[in-house]
Structures are given as C-alpha cells and as structure tokens.
C-alpha cells in the first residue's frame, strides 16, 4: 500500500495488528510498486467478482482463492518470462540452492 493517511493512521495500523497483518508499502517515490498490487486486484476482481451474484461472503472468499490458485498455476506473464508465479518462486528457488 501506499504511504496516504488512511493507511498510515494508528486506527488502521492497529486494525492489522489486530488482525495479524503485517503491512507493506511501497516505496517512497517509486509509485509503480503500488500499481502493480492495484493491477492485479484490479484482475481478480474482473475474474472473479464482477457479473456475478454471491449468496454470503463464503462465496466471494471461495471465488477469490479459486483466482489465486489459478492464477499462480496457470497465467503466463511477460514480467517472468512467460513463466506462471509458481513456476517463476520454483525456478529462483532451485537457482539459490545450487
């Protein structure tokens, strides 16, 4: 996320250490590291949420691991080579253990 205020205010940093997260921001004046997070949610969402109706919040969780699964199994990116994210993590992990 980004440095704005919203997410840099104590009630929401306290609301993530609540709920054991830990934040992530981007760096400071590289805006490009938070357009790459707001891509993809902006992906999941048009793959996974939008057209369609949810009967409870069980079904949008359901659909948005259902998106994540695929997407780090199957997509092919340019960004890694035309390698899916999985493919990519396995390639870099073999590379460091060798």
């Not at 707001?38 to 969402?45: G, H, I, L, Q, S």
């Not at 699964?69 to 590379?95: C, H, I, T, V």
Request: glycine content about 6%; overall charge positive; proline content about 2%.
């Amino acid at each position: 996320m980004d440095h704005g205020s919203q997410y840099t205010s104590d009630d929401f940093r306290n609301q993530l250490k609540f709920w054991g997260v830990t934040a992530s921001y981007a760096f400071v004046a590289e805006p490009q590291t938070n357009g790459v997070a707001e891509r993809f949610n902006r992906t999941m969402k048009e793959q996974a949420i939008h057209g369609r109706i949810f009967r409870n919040v069980d079904e949008v969780r359901d659909a948005v691991v259902d998106f994540k699964d695929r997407y780090n199994r199957e997509w092919r990116l340019e960004k890694l080579g035309f390698m899916s994210p999985l493919e990519a993590r396995q390639a870099r992990m073999f590379k460091q253990a060798a």
